[in-house]
T-cell receptor, first 113, second 114 residues
Framework: AQSVTQLDSHVSVSEGTPVLLRCNYS??????LFWYVQHPNKGLQLLLK??????LVKGINGFEAEFKKSETSFHLTKPSAHMSDAAEYFC???????????FGAGTTVTVRA | DGGITQSPKYLFRKEGQNVTLSCEQN?????MYWYRQDPGQGLRLIYY???????QKGDIAEGYSVSREKKESFPLTVTSAQKNPTAFYLC?????????????FGPGTRLTVT
């Protein structure tokens, strides 16, 4: 069994300040973890993925995430938010023996000018 | 330009009518998926197909049907048996096989049933 909890349903930041989106997971097997972004009325775009290589994963648009097995977390960060980062973000887990993805409920990011 | 296309972008239907949502991919992926997205609930898997002429139910398959006659195409039919069909529907595809592969998503179809 696998599941994902995104700890914040909404995050608001000022442009140029850091962004932190928190994600905890549970998985019976070695997990693969993903962060996707969705802009309004659009499909999902992959930001980054962790598949048991380096625990610090760099993605597109300046985002990165750190896999912490002891804390079962995979938090997403960006040092400096841009207006274009306003979107919904999904943390996703998949177990190594099951290609099915389990999605978190999403975190909506608002960026203030 | 490789990718996944879904049509139409917006769809309106009367209650009691079946409706088919289109999904086409030119990524040469074996696996395809249909998800339903409702506000505040993330994505839920409706059906998936790992290979042509084969598909399996996901977590919320009741009231939906699919076919996979071609590798590129995976249409979803929302039947009148689906109690609450109004939602945003997303199609995805991925490489198939052992291991975990990221899924690539289409732009979605917003279905409104009144």
């Amino acid at each position: 069994a696998q599941s994902v909890t995104q700890l914040d349903s909404h995050v608001s930041v000022s442009e140029g300040t850091p962004v932190l989106l928190r994600c905890n997971y549970s998985s019976s097997y070695s997990p693969s973890l993903f962060w996707y972004v969705q802009h309004p009325n659009k499909g999902l775009q992959l930001l980054l993925k962790y598949t048991s290589a380096a625990t610090l994963v760099k993605g597109i648009n300046g985002f990165e995430a750190e896999f912490k097995k002891s804390e079962t977390s995979f938090h997403l960060t960006k040092p400096s938010a841009h207006m274009s980062d306003a979107a919904e973000y999904f943390c996703v887990v998949s177990s190594s023996n099951d290609y099915k993805l389990s999605f978190g409920a999403g975190t909506t990011v608002t960026v203030r000018a | 330009d490789g990718g996944i296309t879904q049509s139409p972008k917006y769809l309106f239907r009367k209650e009691g009518q079946n409706v088919t949502l289109s999904c086409e991919q030119n990524l040469n992926h074996d696996a395809m998926y249909w998800y339903r997205q409702d506000p505040g609930q993330g994505l839920r898997l409706i059906y998936y197909s790992q290979i042509v002429n084969d598909f399996q139910k996901g977590d919320i398959a009741e009231g939906y049907s699919v076919s996979r006659e071609k590798k590129e195409s995976f249409p979803l039919t929302v039947t009148s048996a689906q109690k609450n069909p109004t939602a945003f529907y997303l199609c995805a595809s991925s490489i198939s096989g052992t291991g975990v592969y990221e899924q690539y998503f289409g732009p979605g179809t917003r279905l409104t049933v009144t």
